[in-house]
């Protein structure tokens, strides 16, 4: 019970660092788009991605105000299920944007003479849209197929179905988060290659090692390595998670994978932030903001 209570406090932390540092991010890139009228391509990409995990961390709270005060048994196995659906949709979604925010590092930073990668780094910048609709509209289709028919029913038969429907569950969750992970492997491990090519060129060529565009490799590389790190974490965490309780250890399983789970949207937002010169400094006048009001009340 001890663990159980600790875990909450900590997955509630998580959370609220999430939102705030997704939400920071959206106002950013929302109030420059409502000044200037115009996003860049990679602004896009972060604004979506960031949309979609506050929709993810609001799921997790919903799941956990629904731990905290339970409704009836029949109606908890209900919303159990919904949310349940639900997060691992948001979840997917949001694998899938941090995955082509690594194809775009990976098309826009990396060097490479090869004609085909010169050209989809010519066209990304337009095929970004196209890009993030079609992430969306492939886990949007992939879990419309889950037959949820029997989700509200307490029938012998409809719990079988719903057994059914479970594994089905599972089976397209790990199809359609797998294929994303690759993608984002072979980004990063791509970009860690270019940066040490880069470098390597240049200690031949016996100019400056730290000029612009190794800065560029650099800050990508913090937060493709950072970012994989959360990622390998998120996505062990939810295959664990989505596994029958029998399989696993009820008593702490859960709450550690809860965890681990919500680390990835929530750290990945404060690394975005810090490796991000304008939202850092944006971040830094808004917290003199509230340290200068602080002393006016407390002085």
């Not at 106002?27 to 391509?41: D, E, H, I, N, Q």
């Not at 604004?47 to 409704?71: D, E, H, K, Q, W």
Request: overall charge positive; glycine content about 4%; proline content about 4%.
């Amino acid at each position: 019970f001890l663990t159980f209570i600790i875990a909450q406090i900590i997955l509630f932390m998580e959370i609220i660092m999430g939102m705030f540092g997704n939400e920071f991010i959206a106002a950013f890139y929302c109030t420059g788009w409502v000044k200037s009228r115009k996003l860049s391509s990679c602004d896009k990409i972060l604004t979506c991605l960031v949309m979609s995990r506050i929709f993810y961390l609001g799921i997790c709270v919903a799941n956990f105000c629904i731990f905290v005060s339970p409704p009836g048994p029949l109606q908890l196995v209900k919303v159990q299920r919904t949310f349940g659906f639900l997060w691992l949709f948001s979840n997917t979604v949001c694998l899938w944007f941090t995955s082509c925010l690594s194809i775009f590092y990976c098309v826009m930073i990396t060097n490479c003479d090869l004609p085909l990668f010169l050209q989809m780094k010519q066209k990304i910048s337009a095929m970004v849209p196209k890009i993030l609709l079609g992430s969306l509209l492939v886990t949007s289709n992939i879990y419309i197929c889950i037959p949820t028919g029997d989700l509200c029913s307490n029938c012998t038969v409809a719990a079988k179905s719903w057994v059914v429907s479970y594994f089905y569950v599972i089976l397209l969750y790990s199809a359609a988060s797998f294929i994303p992970f690759i993608i984002f492997l072979s980004s990063s491990i791509q970009l860690i290659v270019s940066l040490w090519r880069h470098t390597r060129n240049m200690q031949h060529n016996a100019t400056s090692f730290w000029d612009p565009s190794t800065e560029v490799h650099v800050r990508a590389n913090k937060a493709m390595i950072s970012c994989l790190i959360l990622y390998i974490f998120n996505f062990a965490a939810v295959s664990i998670n989505t596994l029958p309780l029998c399989v696993t250890d009820s008593s702490w399983t859960p709450a550690i994978t809860s965890i681990m789970a919500v680390a990835f949207p929530s750290g990945h937002s404060l690394i975005l932030i810090l490796i991000n010169p304008k939202l850092k400094q944006a971040m830094v006048r808004i917290l003199r903001r509230i340290k200068c009001h602080l002393r006016k009340e407390i002085f």
